[in-house]
């Protein structure tokens, strides 16, 4: 799929990281800011299994791969529990919804 593609409902909205309510992830439709900074992607793999959800983004050409793994997030995972964990090749993250 496409970036102009929405991403999952479940995954739409304002999410604050789990252990540190500074760090923000934003998910309008097919657009993600993480950190505060647009997710520069080019196309997105959905896959549901076992009650999981998870989003895979990546990039076009080869030659943006290895910087786009290390800078940008790259997967997205709704656990059948609920949880939603954010990650790249450095990092991974849990983030849940802001108390209103």
């Known amino acids: 799929m496409r970036r ?3 991403l999952p409902q ?3 909205g304002r999410w604050m990281a789990a252990d540190d309510q500074l760090s923000e992830l934003v998910v309008d439709g097919g657009q ?3 950190f505060g900074t647009a ?3 080019d196309h997105k793999i959905i896959v549901a299994e076992d009650g999981a959800l ?3 983004l990546g990039v076009d050409e080869d030659s943006r791969l290895d910087d786009f793994q290390r800078e940008n997030i790259i997967g997205l ?3 059948p529990e609920g949880r939603f964990l954010v990650y790249n090749v450095r990092f991974g993250l849990e983030f849940v919804r802001p108390i209103p």
């Open 54 to 56: 998870t989003v895979s």
């Open 4 to 6: 102009d593609e929405p």
């Open 32 to 34: 993600i800011t993480c």
């Open 10 to 12: 479940q995954m739409q």
């Open 39 to 41: 997710v520069n992607y």
């Open 77 to 79: 995972v709704m656990t």
